[in-house]
C-alpha cells in the first residue's frame, strides 16, 4: 500500500513557476513509476508527466520544455517544477505511483495560473 500527498499548488501569474511535491509513504518507493497528471474543469484527466523507476522521463507536447519531473527515492518524494506557467495550465494535479497493474492516487493540489 503507498499513501501519496501532493503539496505545493497556488495561484501564480502566467510566466511564474511553482514546484510540486508528492510525498510517497508506504514501502518501495524507488520501484514505483511515477506521473503526475492534471485535470481542468470539463476535461479529461490527462497525463502531464512521467519518470520510471530507472529514471526515464516522459512529457506531455504541451509542457515539453516548460515542466521537469524528477525524483528522490531516498525522501520518497517525487517533484513537478513548473515554469513559464500559462492559463491552459490551470487544473487540479495528481500525483500517480504505477507498479504493473497497481496505481494508487493523491487527493490532488490545485494550481490556478491567473494575472
Known amino acids: 500500500q503507498v499513501q501519496l500527498v501532493e503539496s505545493g499548488g497556488g495561484l501564480v501569474p502566467p510566466g511564474g513557476s511553482l514546484r510540486l511535491s508528492c510525498a510517497a509513504s508506504g514501502s518501495a518507493f524507488s520501484i514505483y513509476a511515477m506521473d503526475w497528471y492534471r485535470q481542468a474543469p470539463g476535461k479529461q484527466r490527462e497525463l502531464v508527466a512521467g519518470?520510471?523507476?530507472?529514471?526515464?522521463?516522459n512529457y506531455a507536447d504541451s509542457v515539453k520544455g516548460r515542466f521537469t519531473i524528477s525524483r528522490d527515492n531516498a525522501k520518497n518524494t517525487v517533484y513537478l517544477q513548473m515554469n513559464s506557467l500559462k492559463p491552459e495550465d490551470t487544473a487540479v494535479y495528481y500525483c500517480n505511483a504505477r507498479l504493473q497493474h497497481i496505481n494508487y492516487w493523491g487527493q490532488g493540489t490545485q494550481v490556478t495560473v491567473s494575472s
Open positions: 519518470i520510471t523507476s530507472a529514471g526515464s522521463t
